[in-house]
């Protein structure tokens, strides 16, 4: 079974660019959650999607958004990027949205915004 | 906001040696999950404990749930090198939203 495939791997984007990023979930998964990781904020949750719906935020700015598609995959934008937007960005795909249920990570995108 | 606390924040110890970490936190989770994150990978989870007092085994690792479901340990035996890398536990709170500590970066050396 293919696990959480996020592309692309590494990013490297200038001030007030935006960008998207893309997750893959594994097959049957439903529900799909973004999370930023910084050495100094740890895991910091965006957005939990799940049939579609976006049924958690977190609290990121209006600049941060996502959706999913149909088939469960979701991408993830961020507009007019600063330069604290630089994170590395984890996208986890679980099968429900049960709060025992285990999130399988993808490896990350690396976004460098200079 | 349910907040976890992570301690140590970094522990580097020679191999064979053994480790306790632990995860603390005010708020009472419903169930706790611990993740092991590897430089380049994403976090993969390691066990996921549910009741008050629940001890759980993988092998060298154990893991303790708080009576109070507040609080959270893992032990490591005799550690070895593969066990280098960052620990996040991980409490669940609403449906869909686990919140994270913010780790413990355990260096195992040779």
């Known amino acids: 079974k293919a696990g959480v495939t996020q592309t692309p791997r590494y990013l490297i984007k200038t001030r007030g660019q935006q960008v998207t990023l893309s997750c893959s979930p594994i097959s049957g998964h439903r529900s799909v959650s973004w999370y930023q990781q910084t050495p100094g904020q740890g895991l910091q949750f965006l957005f939990e999607y799940f049939s579609e719906t976006q049924r958690n935020k977190g609290n990121f700015p209006g600049r941060f958004s996502g959706r999913q598609f149909s088939n469960s995959r979701s991408e993830m934008n961020v507009s007019t990027l600063e330069l604290g937007d630089s994170a590395l960005y984890l996208c986890?795909?679980?099968?429900?949205?049960?709060?025992?249920?285990?999130?399988?990570f993808g490896n990350g995108t690396r976004l460098t915004v200079t | 906001t349910q907040l976890l606390e992570q301690s140590p924040q970094f522990l580097s110890i020679q191999e064979g040696e053994n480790l306790t970490v632990y995860c603390n936190s005010s708020s009472v989770f419903s169930s706790l999950q611990w993740y092991r994150q590897e430089p380049g990978e994403g976090p993969v989870l390691l066990v996921t404990?549910?009741?008050?007092?629940e001890v759980k085994k993988l092998k060298r690792l154990t893991f303790q749930f708080g009576d109070a479901r507040k609080d959270s340990s893992l032990h490591i035996t005799a550690a070895q090198p593969g066990d280098t890398g960052l620990y996040l536990c991980a409490g669940a709170g609403r449906a869909g939203k686990s919140t994270f500590g913010d780790g413990t970066t355990l260096t195992v050396k040779p």
């Open positions: 404990v549910v009741t008050g007092g």
């Open positions: 986890a795909s679980s099968f429900n949205q049960q709060v025992n249920s285990p999130l399988h």
